[in-house]
């Protein structure tokens, strides 16, 4: 891995302009990790302070007296952050490029429009009873309203909780149970591929079952014009509200560790945690990354692809850029519609110059072939990023050579809805790149790798992913279960931070994520994660995709069974399997063949993109019963296809 191919910081990065050179990412880190009081005390100051905090840090990871807090004296608030310390030299500068789902619809809202939207919002919130400290669901479609809803809330310093508009009645039900919110704000449709999505009666039917039973007020944007139920003591339309109500609202001071938002998180390995972060730490880590990692510019186009419902939405599409003063470009619709050329036609649209987007969601573009992607020209970009699960050096390879034309970094950045922010990543005028690699920590943050003993190991290494010591934008409880985070982050080793995730260092201290501790493959005695053999898998001409994962095996104890899903046009074979497994021998080695394939025409994912490798070890094994909480799958059809496929098989 470490003789993998190496890209240099290109030439117009290391010219003057960029925020980070090599030297000043090796000084500020050491400096960062050396006295990270000193450091946060000054990275601290890139936000505005109601009251300036005297205090910077005060943890311990120990889980017989855990706590975390940053700035704790400190008073702030989010939504001043993004929008009013902008309005004197940026106020007609655009905060926010809506593309809509048809192509034909875009807006561009500016930070003036922006602030005085949120501020009659903010209005509103405080008129329909919402206290600080409530919480506040929102079930939006990816629309200028959504960030409205976000932004209000943190003015008032009310609670929210974004729910992924493409969850199911019982999903939102429960997640505002568990919040225990009496507000929700919705549309009365979202507009994805074409295809409407029934948010309005979705949220009716959440409020039907015993979880949603608690909801008062359901606020309600008119996204299509489509026919709703209206319950006239409950729902309220957004633009009744909105319209007598005044421009003007104060921010709240919020103190740094007062509760900023909670987000449940993907649910890949199990049921949803209710992560909670707080004002201060996380205001101040999500802007701190955003610019160094992005290396942001003044005159930058922004465009996360994430929804609003998952924590890069939050962090990255939203609280990042906007706290920056930087333009950000929320996109209403999927990839593929009209057609897959439809990335790069919005880049060219908007003059994109920031791309943020999944390995999901590369590899299907990808399989698509280069040419509708090659229908723009895309000179435009000039950085490109990742985020979400490994990404394979295959599609990293072409998104590099295709979506980015050999001459745009890729930022792989690695991160969790708990760490709030960015962990490991490369920064772009500073890091030598390697392909599949996260590369090296950001400021500030100690990563680690233990055995399962525990045992700390040192240089070239492979284990469990630890961090030794706190980050600004750390979660600070599982809502209303604060004896779970102490024992799903604190418990399996004692006195760092769990991710759950595996990782490998190689000589030149890069760190490369091997996929979830939970999914590491056993074979006749040898550890192996599974991004290496799925990678080996995809950079075969013939697949687009794969997930490996273990099956019980007489002899070895574990074997390997891989699902994969071809490139377009390619007709499964067993010539074809026979060539895959000898491509994986060569690639890694004997001890890492697969044992079994089976043809997938699709994979399990969560309904952000993510393989939910879980489901397709019980499917291996053998046991189509109890495949635990489904609720997060985005297509459920396609568990059956894989059963009956295993059953044939
Ligand atoms: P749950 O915790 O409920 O199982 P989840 O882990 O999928 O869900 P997220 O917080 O959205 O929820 O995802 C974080 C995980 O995504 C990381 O722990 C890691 O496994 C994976 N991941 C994110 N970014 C990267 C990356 N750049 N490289 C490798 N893996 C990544
Ligand atoms: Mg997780």
């Not at 999914?519 to 005695?525: A, E, F, K, Q, Y």
Request: hydrophobic fraction near 35%; charge should be negative.
């Amino acid at each position: 891995m470490s003789e993998a191919k190496i890209y240099d910081v290109p030439a117009h990065y290391s010219a003057a302009g960029t925020r980070n050179s090599p030297e000043d990412y090796e000084r500020r880190y050491a400096q960062s990790v050396q006295d990270p009081d000193a450091f946060w005390a000054e990275e601290g100051r890139i936000v505005d302070w109601i009251k300036p905090f005297t205090k910077v840090k005060d943890v311990s990871f120990n889980a017989d007296d855990l706590h975390i807090r940053w700035f704790e004296d400190g008073q702030l608030n989010v939504s001043a952050n993004c929008l009013d310390r902008h309005l004197a030299e940026r106020g007609d500068k655009t905060a926010i490029i809506w593309e809509g789902d048809s192509p034909d619809q875009s807006r561009h809202i500016t930070f003036r429009e922006l602030h005085a939207d949120v501020c009659r919002f903010a209005n509103v919130l405080l008129r329909k009873g919402v206290k600080k400290g409530e919480r506040v669901t929102i079930y939006m479609p990816m629309i200028p309203e959504a960030a409205v809803a976000m932004l209000a809330c943190t003015r008032i310093g009310a609670v929210h909780s974004v729910v992924f508009g493409g969850f199911s009645p019982d999903s939102l039900a429960g997640r505002i149970e568990d919040c225990e919110s009496t507000v929700v704000i919705t549309a009365d449709e979202g507009l994805r591929g074409g295809k409407s999505v029934p948010l309005k009666a979705n949220v009716d039917n959440a409020i039907r079952t015993p979880g949603g039973a608690g909801v008062k007020t359901v606020i309600v944007v008119r996204r299509t014009g489509g026919s709703v139920n209206w319950d006239g003591s409950r729902d309220h339309w957004y633009h009744d509200l909105m319209a007598g109500e005044s421009a003007e609202h104060q921010a709240e001071a919020m103190n740094a560790e007062d509760p900023l938002f909670i987000l449940y998180t993907s649910g890949s390995t199990g049921k949803p945690k209710g992560v909670l972060h707080t004002t201060g730490g996380y205001l101040v880590y999500a802007t701190s990354t955003f610019a160094n990692i992005f290396d942001i510019r003044e005159d930058d186009v922004y465009w996360c692809t994430a929804d609003v419902g998952w924590v890069t939405g939050h962090s990255y599409l939203l609280y990042g850029p906007l706290s920056n003063g930087t333009t950000t470009l929320m996109f209403e619709g999927v990839p593929q519609y009209p057609d897959w050329g439809r990335i790069g036609k919005v880049v060219d649209k908007h003059q994109v110059s920031i791309l943020y987007t999944a390995p999901t969601a590369i590899r299907a573009i990808m399989r698509e072939g280069d040419a509708p992607t090659l229908e723009s020209k895309r000179t435009s970009l000039r950085l490109l990023g990742s985020v979400g699960e490994p990404i394979n050096p295959e599609a990293w390879e072409w998104y590099h050579r295709v979506v980015g034309d050999h001459r745009c970094p890729i930022v792989d950045t690695w991160w969790q809805t708990e760490t709030g922010g960015i962990l490991i990543t490369p920064l772009p005028g500073a890091t030598a790149l390697k392909p599949g690699s996260a590369t090296r920590p950001y400021f500030g943050v100690r990563p680690a790798i233990l055995d399962n003993d525990g045992t700390l190991l040192e240089g070239v290494a492979e284990g469990n992913l630890v961090i030794s010591d706190s980050w600004p934008g750390q979660m600070r409880t599982v809502y209303g279960d604060h004896q779970r985070f102490i024992d799903t982050y604190f418990k399996t080793f004692a006195g760092v931070y769990t991710t759950g995730d595996g990782a490998k260092r190689d000589a030149d201290g890069y760190y490369w994520i091997t996929g979830r501790v939970d999914d590491v493959l056993n074979v006749s005695g040898h550890r192996m994660g599974t991004a290496e053999v799925e990678s080996a898998l995809v950079s075969h001409d013939a697949v687009a995709e794969s997930a490996v994962v273990g099956f019980p095996h007489d002899i070895k104890g574990q074997g390997i069974y891989a699902y994969v899903t071809l490139q377009a046009g390619v007709e499964p074979s067993d010539e074809l399997r026979k060539a895959l497994v000898a491509h994986v021998r060569r690639e890694i080695g004997p001890i890492a063949a697969p044992d079994a394939i089976q043809w997938a025409p699709g994979l399990p994912k969560t309904r952000s993109g993510k393989i939910m490798r879980r489901i397709l070890r019980k499917i291996a094994a053998y046991e189509f019963d109890g495949l635990g909480d489904t609720s997060t799958l985005a297509d459920p059809s396609v568990v059956d296809n894989l059963i009956n496929g295993r059953k044939a098989g």
